[in-house]
C-alpha cells in the first residue's frame, strides 16, 4: 500500500513541529518539553499561561515561536495602571483629509496572531477581562462594536510567581481560558552555562520562519483542523469524562450527586481534602484537543491513553481550585493530578 | 490501472477485519473453556461434597445441607456464566486486547471502533483515516494469531481435573465399602453364587478345626464326663479361634452369616439355586443320580474316610448349638419377664432356623466341596439325613427316616474307640419352645424352659443323635442342646 494523502499531511505536520522546535532551540537552551506542549496548545487552537520565574526566557520564547512561524506578533505588557482600551484599542477622534473629524477605532495590540501578555497578573481584573472574550471568542468589543480577530490567534500569558505583592491573581473563569499553564523551571548548570555562552557575544541566532509569510496563516489553521481530525475511541472518551469527574470533590457544588456513569475513578483522599472545586468540562475538551495534538506529534491517527495522561497535568492543573488547606499544607494540584493519573490507569481499556 | 478512490484501504481493511475476528473466536474459545472448567470444576466438588454428605450424614441432615450446597453452587456457577458473558469478547474488545498485548498506542481499537460507527460504509470518514488503515496495515506483521493468542488450555482445567478426580474417589466409596455390597444369595446373582460355592466351601476348612488325630486324642485334656465338660465358651477351639487367629475366626463367622443367610432364604431362591448348580431339572436330575451310583459310593467312601466331614459335621453343630443357645436365651428372656408369648416363639424359630441351617446350609456345603452334583442333590434333598441306597441300609447309611447314619459325625474308626464316646441319657429332655412349656429354675438360679413332653420316637432328628455314638468332641454342644438343665 502506497503513502496516502493523509499521511503525507501527518508526515507534514510532524516535519513543521520538529523545525520549529529546532529553531526555537537556536535560542531557548532546553525546555523541550515546555515547547512541544506550547506548540501542541498552539495546533491545537489554545492559548498557554507560562509561569515561570523572571530571566528564564518567556519573552524570548514568545518571540521566537512568532518569528519562526512568520506570524504577527505583539506584546502588552501588564500594569496596574494598564487600562482595557490600552489591550483591544480605542476610538479615536481623528481628522480627515477633508478637514473633519471622525472616530476611528485603533486597534490595540490584541490585534495580532501572536500576543504575549507578560505579567498578566499584575493588571486589574477588568483589563484582564478585556483579553477574555478575545481568549474565548475571537474577537473584541469596543464602544459597542464587536471587531472580529483575525485567525489564528494565539495568547502566551506569562505570571510571576515570585513578587506576588500588588498583583491580581487571575479569576477561575479567565484562568479556564487558557489551554495550557506550563512551568518554566530554572535551567539547569549546563543550559546555563549554554545560555550565557550563547546570548553574550556578537553573533545574533538567526531564526528562520517554517512558513512564509503567505502560507503562514493557512498553514495553521489548517494545522489545526488536522488536529481535529484525530480518531478518537468512545473508551477513551469516557475516560476523560472519568478523569475530569475525578478531580470534583465528594462535597462539591453543582454536580449532580446521582450521576450514572459506567465508568468512574474512585474517590481520591487528596481531592476531598484539598480541592475546592475540580475541573471544569472545558478542561476535558483541553484534555482530548490536548491528546489529539500529541498523538499528531507522534505521527498517529489516534488518540490513546498515553496522550491523555501526557497531557493532563498542563490542561488541568490550573484548572483545580485548591482551598486554604491545600496552600498552608503545601500541596498543589500538580500533587494531586499525578496521584488522579495514576488511578486512572486502572480504568484504561 | 487506475484503482477507485479508498479501495487500497477497503482491501487493507477487510484484511485487518479478518485477522481481529480469527483472534476474537480465539479469545472467545478460551473464554468458553475457562469458564466451562471453573463451572465444572465447582459442579464436581459439589457433587463430591454432597456424596460425602450422603454417606456421613442422617438423611434429615443430609437433606438440609444439601440445598444450601446445591444453592451455593448454582450462585457461583451464574456467577461464573455471567463472568463469561462479561469476558466475551466482541471485536472492539479483541481489537483493545491486541492493542494492550502488542503495544499499539489504540491504533487497531480506533481502526474497529470507527468501522462498529459505520466508517467508512454508511458514514464518511474523516481526513486522517485512510492514514489510520494505512498504519494498522503497517504493524500487522507485529499482531499475527499464533503470536498474540496461542492456542493453549486454560489453566482451569488443573483444578477441574482435581474436582473431577475427587468426586470419582468419592463416588468410588460405595463400591469399596462392604455395606454396598450385593446379597450374597439372591435370584439375581444367582450364577455368581453357585460358581463361588465351591470355593467358599473351601474357605471352611480350618486346619485348626480339624479333630485331633486318633493317636493324640486318647491324650487330650477334654473331660469325657457330662458333668466335667467346660462350658463352651472354655472350650479349646473357641480359645484358639478368639486370640490366637482372629481374622480365622472372623471368616468363619462371616461364613456362618453367609450359611444363616442362605438357610433363611425362601423356598423359590433355594430352588433355584439348586436348580443351578444342578444344571439340570430335578426330575431328570434323580434320574441322573440313579445311574450314578457307583461313582457317588465311592464318593461317600472319599468322605467318610475325610476328616473333612468330622470337620463340617462339628462346624454343623457348632452353629446349631449357636443358634440354639440364642434361642435359648431369648426363651429365659421371655419366661424370666412377663412371660411374653412372642419371645418365646423367637426361641422356637431360632431352633428352627438351627435345624434348616443344619439342614440346608453346611451340609449342603459339604457336598459342594465334593462335587457340584453332589451338592446340587444335597441342596435338593434338603434332609440332612443321607438318603439311603435304593430304599435299603446301605454299608454307611440307613433307610430314609430309619435310622442314623453312622457317619453323622465322620468315620468312627477315626475317633479312636468306642470309649471315647458318650451317648445321651433317656430321660433327657428337648427343648421345644413353644408356649405352655413348663418353667423351671435350674440349680443356678437361673430360669429355663423346658418341656415336659416325651420325645416323639419318629423324630428323626432327635432319634438320630440319641442313637449315635457321638465323639467327644459333640459332647459340649450335645450337651449344651439336650441338657439345658444342666448346663454348667
Known amino acids: 500500500m502506497s503513502e496516502t494523502p493523509a499521511t503525507d499531511v501527518v508526515l507534514e505536520f510532524q516535519d513543521t513541529v520538529e523545525r520549529i522546535q529546532s529553531e526555537l532551540a537556536k535560542v531557548i537552551v532546553g525546555h523541550e518539553e515546555l515547547i512541544q506542549n506550547i506548540l501542541i496548545a498552539f495546533f491545537a487552537g489554545g492559548h498557554v499561561l507560562i509561569e515561570g520565574v523572571p530571566g528564564t526566557g518567556k519573552t524570548l520564547l514568545v518571540r521566537s515561536l512568532a518569528r519562526v512561524l512568520n506570524l504577527s506578533f505583539s506584546r502588552i505588557q501588564f500594569t496596574v495602571d494598564l487600562m482595557p482600551a490600552d489591550v483591544t484599542g480605542t476610538r479615536m477622534v481623528m481628522d480627515r483629509d477633508d478637514g473633519q473629524r471622525d472616530f476611528v477605532f485603533v486597534r490595540g495590540p490584541i490585534f495580532s496572531h501572536v500576543l504575549l501578555a507578560d505579567e498578566i497578573n499584575r493588571s486589574t481584573p477588568k483589563t484582564q477581562a478585556a483579553l477574555l472574550e478575545a481568549m474565548a471568542e475571537l474577537q473584541a468589543t469596543v464602544a459597542g462594536t464587536t471587531y472580529q480577530l483575525a485567525p489564528p490567534f494565539f495568547v502566551l500569558a506569562t505570571l510571576n510567581p515570585i513578587e506576588m505583592e500588588g498583583t491580581y491573581p487571575l479569576p477561575e473563569a479567565q484562568l479556564d481560558r487558557f489551554f495550557f499553564k506550563v512551568r518554566l523551571t530554572y535551567p539547569t548548570h549546563q543550559e546555563v552555562q549554554r545560555i550565557i555562552s550563547s546570548t553574550t557575544t556578537t553573533e545574533e541566532p538567526d531564526v528562520r520562519p517554517v512558513f512564509t509569510e503567505a502560507e503562514a496563516v493557512e498553514k495553521v489553521l489548517s494545522f489545526r483542523r488536522l488536529v481535529r481530525d484525530v480518531l478518537v475511541t468512545p473508551q477513551i472518551e469516557e475516560y476523560i469524562a472519568a478523569v475530569i469527574h475525578a478531580t470534583l470533590p465528594a462535597d462539591a457544588p453543582y454536580v449532580n450527586a446521582t450521576d450514572p456513569a459506567r465508568v468512574r475513578l474512585p474517590r481520591d483522599e487528596l481531592v476531598d481534602r484539598y480541592v475546592h472545586f475540580g475541573s471544569s468540562p472545558r478542561g476535558g475538551q483541553t484534555l482530548l484537543l490536548g491528546a489529539k495534538g500529541a498523538a499528531l506529534l507522534d505521527g498517529r491517527a489516534n488518540v490513546s491513553y498515553e496522550d491523555v495522561t501526557r497531557v493532563m497535568l498542563p490542561a488541568l492543573n490550573h484548572r483545580l481550585v485548591l482551598n486554604f488547606a491545600a496552600e498552608a499544607d503545601g500541596v498543589d494540584s500538580s500533587t494531586i493530578l499525578e496521584r488522579i493519573g495514576r488511578s486512572a490507569t486502572k480504568i484504561q481499556r | ?488
Not at chain 2, 57 to 63: A, M
Not at chain 2, 161 to 179: E, G, Q, W
Not at chain 2, 343 to 365: E, I, M, P, V
Not at chain 2, 397 to 425: H, W
Request: one cysteine or more.
Open chain 2, 1 to 488: 490501472m487506475a484503482v477507485p478512490p479508498g479501495t487500497e484501504e477497503r482491501t487493507a481493511l477487510v484484511e485487518i477485519e479478518a485477522r481481529l475476528h480469527k483472534l476474537q473466536t480465539r479469545f472467545n474459545l478460551y473464554t468458553a473453556q475457562h469458564q466451562l472448567y471453573r463451572v465444572g470444576a465447582v459442579l464436581a466438588l459439589g457433587v463430591a461434597v454432597s456424596t460425602v454428605l450422603a454417606f456421613s450424614v442422617s438423611s434429615f441432615w443430609f437433606s438440609a445441607a444439601a440445598w444450601p450446597l446445591f444453592g451455593v453452587a448454582g450462585v457461583i456457577c451464574f456467577r461464573l456464566l455471567r463472568q463469561a458473558v462479561s469476558d466475551w469478547t466482541d471485536l472492539n474488545s479483541a481489537a483493545r486486547r491486541v492493542d494492550v498485548q502488542v503495544g499499539l498506542k489504540q491504533r487497531l481499537a480506533t481502526l474497529a471502533a470507527q468501522t462498529a460507527a459505520g466508517v467508512p460504509y454508511t458514514r464518511p470518514a474523516t481526513r486522517l483515516w485512510a492514514h489510520l488503515v494505512h498504519d494498522n496495515l503497517r504493524r500487522l506483521s507485529q499482531w499475527e494469531v499464533k503470536r498474540v493468542a496461542p492456542s493453549r488450555i486454560p489453566l482451569s482445567l488443573l483444578p477441574f481435573l482435581a474436582a473431577i478426580l475427587l468426586a470419582c474417589a468419592v463416588a468410588s466409596i460405595p463400591l469399596l465399602s462392604p455395606a454396598s455390597e450385593p446379597v450374597p444369595f439372591s435370584l439375581t446373582n444367582i450364577g455368581r453364587v453357585t460358581s463361588e460355592l465351591p470355593e467358599r466351601a473351601g474357605q471352611l476348612v480350618d486346619e485348626r478345626l480339624f479333630p485331633d488325630p486318633p493317636n493324640e486324642r486318647g491324650r487330650s485334656d477334654q473331660p469325657v464326663a457330662l458333668t466335667d465338660t467346660p462350658p463352651l465358651s472354655q472350650h479349646p477351639l473357641r480359645h484358639v479361634d478368639d486370640h490366637n487367629a482372629p481374622d480365622q475366626s472372623e471368616a468363619s463367622k462371616s461364613l456362618g452369616r453367609e450359611l444363616r443367610e442362605l438357610a433363611s432364604l425362601p423356598a423359590d431362591i433355594q430352588q433355584a439355586l439348586r436348580e443351578a448348580l444342578q444344571g439340570l431339572p430335578e426330575s431328570q436330575d434323580a434320574q441322573a443320580e440313579e445311574n450314578m451310583v457307583p461313582d457317588e459310593q465311592a464318593d461317600e467312601a472319599n468322605l467318610a474316610s475325610s476328616d473333612d466331614l468330622g470337620l463340617e459335621n462339628r462346624l454343623v453343630s457348632q452353629e446349631l448349638a449357636g443358634e440354639a443357645g440364642r434361642a435359648r436365651q431369648a426363651g429365659e428372656n421371655g419366661a424370666e419377664g412377663d412371660g411374653d408369648a412372642s419371645l418365646q416363639g423367637n426361641a422356637g424359630r431360632f431352633q428352627k432356623s438351627a435345624q434348616a441351617l443344619r439342614g440346608s446350609g453346611l451340609h449342603r456345603l459339604r457336598q459342594a466341596r465334593l462335587a457340584p452334583r453332589d451338592a446340587a442333590r444335597a441342596l435338593r434333598s434338603g434332609n440332612p439325613q443321607r438318603a439311603s441306597r435304593a430304599g435299603s441300609a446301605g454299608t454307611g447309611g440307613m433307610g430314609a427316616g430309619t435310622g442314623t447314619d453312622p457317619q453323622l459325625y465322620g468315620n468312627p474308626a477315626k475317633f479312636g474307640g468306642n470309649d471315647q464316646t458318650f451317648s445321651l441319657s433317656l430321660d433327657a429332655s428337648f427343648e421345644k419352645s413353644r408356649t405352655g412349656n413348663e418353667v423351671v429354675k435350674d440349680e443356678g438360679g437361673g430360669v429355663i424352659s423346658k418341656s415336659t413332653s416325651q420325645l416323639n420316637e419318629t423324630q428323626a432328628f432327635d432319634d438320630a443323635i440319641r442313637n449315635a455314638q457321638i465323639p467327644p468332641e459333640y459332647e459340649d454342644i450335645i450337651k449344651h442342646l439336650f441338657s439345658r438343665g444342666e448346663t454348667p
